[in-house]
């Protein structure tokens, strides 16, 4: 009896090629009892009956979802350099590759009347949303083409190895709804067929006096099996199941996802699963992205760093899957009222220099703000200003250039992410402490903005990638560092603004703070 420690392999197909690229992978050890022989099956017996070779068995179990692409299983040896395969299995098809899948939820502008709805299929025709018993909406239809993906002397994933078809993205969008209201809806076509009903709640509008929403970074996916991927976020599947929990007891008006969304870098199947984790919290309220080093990074591409971390994604993905309300393509920048919330989303990969049109949008947005019908100003984009981690984490340009506009503005909290783990500030500014927080009679650490100062800066990448650990000496202006995975959650009224971390294995507070103003 020989005992071979093979692996399995779940591929799907390029069509155009033939050929079968690594999607999934497990070893088959990952069954106990296939190291211990424990199922045999003996394969060949000599003329007395004695058996000569025995084979062992293993069983092991993939999560697979609709990719709209052929798939295969291949048992293989010899490890994952230099695979040696062993066998395959027939060449499977999903029963409905057209299937309309993935729905998720994105605000339009301020009014919360208007919701779109974006999701994928294999299907090219419009289909439609309907909803809110009985009004409907046609899709517009969008996909790109690897001729769209960036790459450079190096081959990139996106173009070169990591291809894999996006099929069609529709999006349309839901008018004449009512803010802060539930509605149902469900998208698709009779001919491809149609997604489950899904109830959903629009946000306040803006000016209105309460909101709730959750924020966070950096939070990507990871397997729901024993599988191998190229790049796993270990804490995202937890932390989305405390956000799924939050969102199902009504505690959340709207979601902001500040960069790195998800971290397939090229690999572009990975898509479809991260928008399959989602699913049970962008499909039920406003999820609001910002764009990342992850999504945008490439070398010659325009991107204000050049590094290869988007895998040569050029951020074409991310706002084809992303549809937000920003001014023009490959300008990922916008800003959009909730409650008494006025939030400006920024790109720090593209230029934010004085002179660039992304500075002059944000000052000019930023100057424009009506602190009577939204008396706080968030400002947000994913990476951070203070951290510290310090490091090649935080640009000194970004706070030359930009941090006098938030102390011109008196933003009052920036949420920024890129470091992986939760981190908070005094209300600072040139690295200096302008004012500290003082506890309230809860004993909760309270900044007066009454006589307005510096904004407090918080660093939430702690969503999903692996987290960064923090030094041993701490920045005079940092107040609370954790390293946990987990998510932000604020409620703002016109005159209190309260944020809290939440840890997401245990569901406690972590760190908790308030803003007041008059």
């Known amino acids: 009896m020989v005992l071979v420690v093979r692996g399995l392999v779940l591929t799907f197909q390029t069509p155009s090629s033939l ?70 299995s027939s060449i499977l098809e999903f029963a409905n590759s057209h ?66 078809d996006p099929g069609y993205i529709h999006s349309a969008v839901m008018i004449g709804l009512k803010p802060s209201t539930g509605f149902s809806y469900r998208y698709g076509s009779n001919s491809v067929g149609w997604s489950a009903r899904i109830n959903f709640k629009t946000p306040p509008s803006g000016g209105s006096d309460e909101l709730k929403f959750l924020a966070f970074g950096d939070m990507g996916k990871a397997p729901r099996d024993a599988s191998l991927e190229h790049y796993i976020q270990p804490g995202s599947l937890r932390v989305v199941q405390a956000m799924a929990d939050e969102v199902s007891s009504g505690n959340a008006d709207s979601i902001f996802h500040i960069g790195d969304i998800s971290y397939a870098t090229g690999f572009l199947v990975e898509w479809d699963f991260f928008l399959h984790l989602i699913s049970p919290l962008a499909s039920k309220l406003s999820y609001m992205t910002a764009i990342g080093n992850h999504e945008r990074d490439y070398v010659n591409s325009g991107s204000l760093y050049i590094t290869p971390d988007s895998g040569g994604e050029c951020g074409v993905p991310y706002e084809s899957y992303f549809p937000m309300p920003t001014p023009a393509k490959d300008k990922p920048w916008y800003s959009i009222e909730q409650g008494s919330v006025h939030f400006v989303v920024m790109s720090t990969e593209h230029d934010f220099s004085k002179s660039s049109e992304q500075y002059q949008w944000m000052s000019k947005d930023m100057a424009s703000v009506d602190r009577s019908r939204t008396p706080w100003l968030i400002f947000t984009g994913h990476r951070p200003m203070y951290s510290s981690c310090g490091g090649f984490s935080v640009d000194p340009r970004f706070l030359l250039q930009v941090e006098p506009l938030l102390l011109t ?50 660093v939430i990448g702690m969503a999903g990638f692996k987290l960064d650990k923090f030094p041993p000496k701490a920045a005079t202006w940092s107040i609370s560092r954790i390293t946990e995975f987990g998510y932000t959650r604020v409620h703002t009224t016109k005159t209190q603004l309260d944020f809290e971390f939440v840890n997401a294995y245990t569901k406690k507070v972590e760190d908790r703070f308030r803003i007041i103003r008059s």
């Open 409 to 458: 503005n008196k933003v009052d909290l920036v949420l920024l992410a890129h470091v992986h783990n939760y981190e908070r500030t005094c209300a600072v500014y040139g690295n200096q402490c302008k004012a500290m927080p003082k506890k309230g009679a809860d004993g909760v650490d309270t900044y007066d903005n009454k006589d307005y100062k510096a904004p407090v800066h918080a």
């Open 19 to 88: 050929k079968y690229h690594h999607l999934h992978a497990q070893y088959v050890r990952n069954d106990p009892g296939y190291i211990d022989c424990k199922k045999k099956e003996c394969k060949k017996y000599d003329k007395g009956g004695k058996c000569l070779v025995t084979t062992c068995s293993a069983s092991i179990t993939f999560h697979v979802i609709n990719i709209r692409t052929s798939i295969q299983f291949v048992f293989f040896g010899a490890g994952f350099q230099v695979p040696c395969v062993l066998a395959k």
């Open 99 to 164: 299937k309309p899948l993935y729905g998720h939820l994105s605000s339009v502008d301020s009014t919360g009347t208007s919701m779109r709805v974006t999701w994928v299929s294999g299907d090219k025709n419009p289909q439609q949303v309907e909803y809110a018993n009985g009004k409907s909406q046609t899709s517009r239809v969008t996909t790109f083409s690897k001729e769209n993906m960036c790459t450079s002397k190096l081959p990139s994933p996106a173009k070169d190895f990591g291809w894999h």
